[in-house]
């Protein structure tokens, strides 16, 4: 009998060829001291930016296995997943930011389209080790959730641990081609955590405690970083997907956006030149560094996506089908 995994791939996911330029980096979290021992945020890091990640699985073959030589921390209002941080209480009981869980890109629950088959998660949630033998959590394809962050990372988990976190996982997504590709028996472990942030000493957002550079670094170092902006003619983006499926889709830039205090404006005109959406982006409302999510009701046909910023200005089509 096929493996549940093998049944849901062969629903909505591709089957792919072995990728081995997929690694996995570890990011240690600054908790404050809220709760006991270290937060660790586990990504995948993908070949370009035009890659996607959809799915954390075991198949029968390659087991995922993640593990601590204590316990996993696990907050009495959260669960498994990113699912169930819900940011309102996050406010109130801000101990809830710490939380153990996996996800594919979501740090929350807002706009989460997260799936689970044939996991079960009772051993984790009581502190214990997280084994799959046949199962996936997963997101579908065309999720925004798939796209990769600035560095072209995918956030796979949180983990808060007063021992040390290892784990092996196998990995699943899309190359920039739109063809399937499948990495087998990742492993990270805690003690190799990176303290994430800008290593360019000319930047003007330089940290000199970072060991890994985030992608976010942005400007020069004059000693005034104000309103600066690292968006210009030299910016790449693309949108995902497209075509797009969905009620959302993103617009995704090639570097981490320090929009300087000046709101982006992206507009979606039809094919006579009727604006049919047109909004105003603000720092807070860009998505994991480099993304803008976008959601609609157009009709399927075509149409044309235009962003400005103070020193950029562009337009790509896309093909809304439904």
Known sequence: MKNLFTLAAASFLAFGASASNVELVVEAVDNGGQVEGNTYRVYAVLPSAEHSLHAVFADGEHVLNVATTTNFYQHQYGSFSSLD?????????????????????????????????GVDYNNFLNGSELTVTDGAWFVVPTDVQAVAEAGNRVLLMQLTTDGTATGILNLQGWDAEGAAWRAYDLTFSSTNAQVFGCTDANAANFNADATYNDGSCF?????????????DNTTEWNIFPNPVFESTFSVKFDRELNLGGENIILEVTDMSGKAVISQEIAQENVVGGNRIVVKHDLAAGNYTVSVKHANFNDAQNIVVAK
Request: proline share 0%.
């Open 85 to 117: 941080v819900n940011e309102q209480i996050v406010g109130l009981e801000g101990t809830l930011a710490y939380d153990s869980w996996v996800t594919i890109g979501a740090t929350n629950s807002t706009n989460n389209n997260l799936w689970t088959v």
């Open 219 to 231: 400007g020069q170092n004059n000693g005034d970083s104000h309103g600066l902006s690292n968006i």
